[in-house]
């Protein structure tokens, strides 16, 4: 990177975009000007309902064999109401109405000349009306709305209004406020004309405290919005200047100009990248600093107990990990500006991206989510979550160390990606082909080998453990293994012509690896037992993972030989097929065998959906990597996996750490390593 | 000493949803010498143009090599540009800078020392008659100054290779002639320049030798005199029939 010709495009980019009028315009001056006239015009039309709403007289009438009693107790109600200076009853207090006398109320209420009435029914008549079914199909919404169960023979006082009608509404919950407070007072009076010693009011009184500062509540509050509103701000702010930054030069030609001059790619891509960091920085300091000041000018309201208490320290963190926030951002927008042909056609993807990168922001309003989970390794996510902890004040150290090594990484991978897709040659001649892309076939399949696992990957865990129809264990292993696993593998083998013999390497190997695997088996198992104690020893596992991960999935009651079937035959045949077979044949052109072996190690690690298993999985995954490439053969792969399996099935506890002595350890690791030295000596060359 | 400009079985094939397979380029040889033009003919669709970005690094070889100054176009295509100046109708100017601006800007980004910059800005602008209009904006200049800024620009850098890519494409016949007399004047100085043409009287003018393109092929590769001499015609039109034809019967 050379760091002047970097400076010298950055600023380059930026004089573009400033002497682009009308991009400064839309993006700065417009949106600042903007603000405060629809905050005003929110906060004028609210204003001016309530004005009219509580300057409205409203018209009722009561009818029914009650109406003299319940007009009455809600006259006392009023009455009782303007002694009490309680803030609580403010609005029921500013609540004008008149009772009209009205032949047909029915009649009335639809023609609007009342805004509700009261129907009072006697116990038997109410008696004699079907109860009301909630008619809303589910929700606790609907359920929540319906009254409590009315005793046989207790009168029923009904307010009758139309919901459509905003008055009518206001009235209704007026009315029923009032109705309340005048059954209260009604059972009151009554309980202490039968001799209640002492105040009906004074039972006990009902208090409560909060332990959280304000400062906690309002961080807490501020905390779980703050990065919605900044991926919001540096999306939108970003955007314009992204598209004006490539889009806009792809249509104008100055890009095949600046391709032919002396800068590499790298440097014109970080330039373009600062330059939207930049803009998008500025514009969400500007939108936060314009947001303070109506808070000042009071143009928006805080709420009465509003204490953000931001500490230096705080305040830093929460910076360390929004710069990487947006620096992917704008990488995010820079790619999606460099796919696009022109101005428009970016502006079509702005959108659908926006909206997605905005769910996983919305982690921290999530109930309950901690950044000491696997959420610290999602992008975004993560981001959105420390936020909170942070402006709660309890910052984890670690974990947020974690989240912005995540977001770094994430920044960087994608503006690496960026700077390859400015590589790309159609940037320059439009609408032809990458050759892998135009052939199809293997080349293409070694190319897209990735994108159909991360798409598994992604079907197995929000299709498989959300659906419920697959809730069950026989069919969630039926779904995963069969559908999703084999069914891609055959998927794959078909659309990109492959050789399954090749591909999936289904080759015989010599008796002396058998006589290895066998051994393998058990001795591999006793190795694993090895290594956690000693790593035991070093980091003590939390009791929380030894929990989970002797919490079996297994379920009780199955016969063994289905147990076997579903947990050590099935995942063996398809998981070996698609791991050892597909994934393997797809990377091998691409890495060396030690990189081989660990990717397809992690790959196979995230598809075992317990955190907790990931890195268990994936080492056992290394292991069977490794058999199969010196090997050359899935099959040997296939037994030591069902092996592997079935003993956790059959065996439960027949290897017990407490009976276990260093001796059987050392011995069993020996076996271990000899067996696959044993499998090493009868290797076949890695065919490429 | 090798030559400036030396092209081996170059090749490049596009893969087109209408067309499929397409050899735009199938294995082209030519060198350049220090000083001279050497001028690509050929039709549209030839394959000048991807030819000419395989140059300047813009598109990967799909075969083949190409070395400018020395540097190969795959393994070291920034030490290709920096001694390389293109232009072709394609490569547009930023329209909200000045003169000025785009001159400084291309002699910077392109490693011109910087202590010199200035000096060399300010001798570009004179020297294509460009003072009145320095610090006006590109998009107030008429298509004429445009060209004129672009040529300027091509060369802020001082670069010893200049790939002219039909250059006089969309120009009136003075600026068209303003411009190849900028190309005669450069190879005056020194300057080893490709440039492409479908114009034969283009051609005729201003090459020093002229390699005759066609379906992706070079079908010959020498100076005027000699290729009228191979075949008995004085135009070059004729010429390039002649060859064009045989080129076919090939086929």
Request: net charge positive.
């Amino acid at each position: 990177m050379n760091w002047s010709v970097l400076r010298l495009l950055f600023i380059h980019e930026m004089k573009m975009l400033l002497r682009a009028r009308r991009t400064v315009v839309t993006a700065i001056v417009l949106p600042a000007l903007i603000m405060p006239l629809m905050l005003y015009a929110q906060k004028y039309s609210s204003s001016r309902r309530e004005r009219v709403l509580t300057g409205t007289t409203y018209r009722y009438t009561i009818t029914g064999p009650l109406a003299d009693r319940i007009r009455n107790l809600i006259q006392q109600a009023r009455e009782g109401l303007n002694n009490d200076t309680s803030e609580e009853f403010e609005q029921l207090r500013q609540f004008k109405f008149v009772e009209m006398t009205i032949a047909n109320a029915r009649q009335s209420l639809d023609n609007d000349a009342i805004h509700f009435y009261i129907e009072t029914i006697s116990g038997v008549e109410a008696d004699k009306i079907p109860p009301k079914v909630d008619t809303a199909p589910r929700g606790p919404v609907a359920r929540r709305n319906l009254p409590p169960k009315r005793l046989a023979g207790v009168p029923l006082i009904n307010v009758v209004y139309r919901g459509d009608r905003d008055a009518s509404s206001a009235a209704r919950g007026r009315i029923l406020s009032l109705l309340r407070i005048a059954r209260r007072n009604d059972s009151e009076s009554q309980l202490v004309a039968r001799g209640f010693p002492g105040d009906p009011k004074q039972l006990f009184s009902v208090e409560d405290t909060s332990l959280a500062t304000h400062g906690q509540v309002t961080g807490s509050a501020v905390g779980r919005f703050i990065t919605l509103f900044l991926v919001m701000m540096m999306f939108t702010g970003g955007a314009v200047a992204s598209m004006d930054i490539i889009s806009g030069e792809k249509e104008r030609g100055t890009l095949e100009t600046l391709l032919t001059t002396a800068v590499g790619r790298s440097e014109i891509v970080a330039a373009k990248q600062l330059a939207i960091t930049s803009v998008a920085l500025v514009i969400t300091l500007m939108q936060g600093l314009n947001f303070l000041l109506y808070i000042r000018l009071r143009m928006i309201e805080l709420p009465q107990d509003f204490d953000l208490q931001l500490s230096t320290g705080m305040a830093l963190t929460l910076l360390l990990l929004f710069v990487p926030l947006a620096a992917t951002i704008a990488s995010v927008l820079l790619m999606i500006s460099a796919y696009a042909k022109s101005y428009k056609e970016s502006q079509m993807y702005f959108f659908p991206v926006y909206l997605l990168s905005m769910i996983p922001s919305l982690a921290s309003l999530m109930p309950g989510v901690s950044l000491r989970s696997a959420i610290a390794f999602v992008p975004l996510a993560n981001v959105s979550v420390a936020a909170r902890e942070i402006m709660i004040g309890r910052p984890d150290a670690v974990m947020i160390g974690v989240t912005f090594a995540v977001m770094v990484l994430t920044a960087a991978y994608l503006m690496r990606a960026s700077a390859r897709m400015l590589t790309r040659e159609d940037l320059v001649v439009p609408a032809h082909f990458e050759a892998a892309e135009f052939l199809g076939g293997p080349a293409l399949f070694q190319k897209r080998v990735l994108r159909w696992f991360a798409l598994m990957w992604v079907i197995v865990f929000a299709v498989a453990t959300n659906v419920q129809a697959l809730a069950s264990f026989q069919r969630q292993l039926i779904f995963n293994e069969l559908v999703v696993m084999l069914g891609s593998s055959l998927l794959m083998l078909w659309i990109y012509r492959l050789n399954p013999i090749e591909v999936l390497s289904l080759k015989p190997v010599k008796p002396a690896v058998w006589l290895a695997i066998l051994f393998l088996i058990p001795t591999g198992h006793l190795t694993a037992l090895g290594i956690f104690q000693i790593v035991n020893v070093v980091i003590p596992a939390p009791q929380e993972m030894l929990q989970r991960f002797s919490e079996d999935v297994i379920p009780r009651g199955m016969p063994t030989w289905q147990l076997l079937m579903y947990i050590a035959v099935l995942p063996a045949i398809c998981e070996e097929l698609l791991f050892r077979g597909i994934l393997l044949s797809g990377l091998k052109r691409r890495l060396r065998p030690a990189a081989l072996v660990v990717v397809v190690g992690i790959i196979f690690g995230l598809f075992h959906v317990s955190l907790y298993r990931i890195a268990p999985t994936a080492a056992l995954g290394m292991v069977l990597t490794v058999i199969a490439i010196m090997t050359g053969s899935v099959f040997p792969g296939m037994v030591m996996h069902a092996g592997n399996n079935a003993l956790g099935v059959l065996g439960g506890d027949w290897l017990n750490p407490d009976a276990l002595q260093f001796g059987h350890y050392a011995a069993g690791m020996a076996i271990f390593a000899l067996s696959l030295w044993v499998i090493y000596r009868n290797r076949t060359p890695l065919q490429k | 000493m090798n030559a400036p400009v030396v092209v081996r079985n170059l090749k490049k094939v596009f893969y087109d949803e209408g067309r499929g397979e397409v050899k735009a380029v199938d294995s082209i040889n030519f060198e350049c010498r220090e000083g001279e033009v050497f001028g690509l003919l050929g039709a549209n669709g030839a394959g000048k143009t991807t030819t000419l970005r395989m140059l300047s690094t813009i598109l990967t070889p799909t075969a083949g090599t190409a070395t400018l100054m020395g540097n190969d176009v795959v393994s070291n295509p920034q030490g290709v540009r920096k001694n390389l100046g293109f232009y072709s109708a394609t490569t547009a100017l930023y329209p909200r800078l000045t003169t000025r601006e785009t001159i400084d800007f291309f002699a910077r980004i392109n490693q011109y020392p910087a202590d010199q910059v200035e000096q060399r800005v300010e001798y570009l602008i004179q020297r294509f008659g460009l003072t009145k209009y320095a610090d006006a904006r590109i998009e107030k200049l008429s298509s004429g100054m445009k060209q004129k800024v672009s040529i300027a620009r091509t060369i802020a850098h001082n670069p010893s290779i200049l790939i002219f890519d039909e250059p006089t494409v969309g120009l009136d016949v003075l600026n068209a002639l303003d411009v190849v007399d900028s190309i005669r004047e450069l190879r005056d100085e020194g300057k080893t320049i490709i440039f492409s043409t479908h114009i034969m009287s283009e051609a005729e003018r201003l090459c020093d030798r002229i390699a005759i393109i066609h379906g992706g092929h070079i079908l010959a590769c020498d100076t005027l005199a000699a290729l009228r001499e191979s075949t008995q015609q004085h135009y070059l039109e004729d010429i390039f029939v002649l060859f064009v034809k045989a080129g076919q019967e090939m086929v």
